[in-house]
C-alpha cells in the first residue's frame, strides 16, 4: 500500500514537472476520446429512432372473400396464439369501407356511387419486441404457410431490410472506428511517455544500479498514464455534454416530431463508464508500452 502511495506521489510530482507534455497527452486523449464518444453519441440517437420505428412493424394479411366469419376468426385465434405475435386485429371489410372514407375527408362522396365494397378483410399482426424484425417476420410468414384465406401480406420487406441492414452498420462502425482510434491514442501516448522517460533516464539507471525493482521504477509511469487518461476521459465527456445540450437547444421541434423522439439524450452511464474506464486503459497501456520499450 506504501508503495502504491508513493508512486502516485511520484505520479504527481512528474505530472506537476512536465506539467506542458501532460496537458498535451490529455489533450490528444481528450480528442480521442472525443471522437468516439461522439460517433457513440450519434449512435446512441440514431439506435433510439430506429427502435421506435421498429415498434412499428406490423404484417398486414388481406383475406379472400367468401369464406365464413366463423373460419376467420379461428385463423385469428390460431395467429394470436403464436409465440411471436403480439396481438392480431381484425378489420371487416365494411370497416375497411369505413377507415377508407374517413381518410378521403371531403371526397368521401366517391365511395358512395360504389355498387360494392372493394375492399377486402384484413388481419393486422403486432410482433413481439424481439421479432420486430425481418427475421421475426419471416418466422410469422412460415406460421401462416399457404393458408386459403390469404389473399395477399405486406410488411414493407424493402423497408425491414434496410433497418437490419443499418443496425449491423452502425454496430459494426462503432467497432472499427473505436479500434482504431483506440490504437492511435496507445501510439501518441506511448510517445509522449517516452520523452519523460528518455529526459529521466539518468534518474533511471541510478534507481537500477541501486537495486530497485523495474516494478517500482513502472509503477509511477503507468499511475501517469491512468491519471492522464482519466483526466482526458473526463475532458471529452464534458465537450461531448456541451456539444449536446448545443444541439439539442436548437433542434428544431417539428423534425423531431417527424422523427418520432422527444429530444435528443445524451450517452447512457454504461457508455459514460465505458469511456471513463477507456481513457485509464489507454493511458496505461500507453505508458507501459513506452516504458517497457525506453526505460533500459
Given amino acids: 500500500m506504501n508503495r502504491f502511495l508513493s508512486s502516485i506521489g511520484r505520479a504527481a510530482t512528474n505530472l506537476r514537472q512536465g506539467w506542458f507534455t501532460s496537458s498535451i497527452t490529455i489533450g490528444i486523449i481528450s480528442i480521442c476520446l472525443f471522437l468516439v464518444g461522439g460517433y457513440l453519441l450519434m449512435t446512441h440517437n440514431l439506435q433510439g429512432i430506429l427502435e421506435t420505428w421498429k415498434t412499428q412493424v406490423r404484417v398486414t394479411v388481406y383475406l379472400r372473400d367468401g369464406f365464413p366469419e366463423e373460419d376467420i376468426l379461428t385463423f385469428q385465434d390460431r395467429l394470436s396464439s403464436l409465440p411471436e405475435v403480439h396481438s392480431v386485429t381484425y378489420t371487416t371489410k365494411n370497416k375497411a369501407l369505413e377507415e377508407f372514407g374517413v381518410m378521403l375527408g371531403d371526397d368521401r362522396f366517391l365511395i358512395d356511387s360504389l355498387d360494392r365494397n372493394p375492399l377486402p378483410a384484413s388481419l393486422r399482426i403486432t410482433p413481439k419486441d424481439p421479432y420486430r424484425n425481418l427475421d421475426g417476420v419471416k418466422i410469422i410468414l412460415g406460421a401462416i404457410g399457404d393458408e386459403p384465406l390469404v389473399q395477399d401480406i ?132 500507453g505508458s507501459l508500452a513506452s516504458v517497457g520499450k525506453h526505460s533500459r
Fill in 154 to 285: 405486406q410488411y414493407g420487406q424493402d423497408w425491414l431490410d434496410r433497418l437490419d441492414r443499418l443496425f449491423y452498420i452502425l454496430g459494426f462502425g462503432a467497432v472499427v472506428l473505436g479500434l482504431t482510434l483506440s490504437l492511435a491514442a496507445v501510439f501518441i501516448i506511448s510517445n509522449t511517455i517516452k520523452i519523460t522517460v528518455m529526459a529521466r533516464r539518468d534518474e533511471l539507471e541510478i534507481m537500477r544500479f541501486v537495486g530497485a525493482t523495474e516494478g517500482f521504477i513502472r509503477l509511477p509511469f503507468l499511475v501517469e498514464g491512468v491519471i492522464q487518461g482519466m483526466a482526458g476521459a473526463v475532458l471529452s465527456l464534458g465537450l461531448l455534454s456541451g456539444v449536446h445540450a448545443l444541439v439539442a437547444s436548437r433542434s428544431d421541434q417539428p423534425i423531431l416530431k417527424i422523427l418520432n423522439i422527444d429530444s435528443l439524450s445524451f450517452l447512457p452511464l454504461s457508455a459514460i463508464g465505458a469511456i471513463l474506464l477507456g481513457g485509464m486503459v489507454l493511458g496505461g497501456l
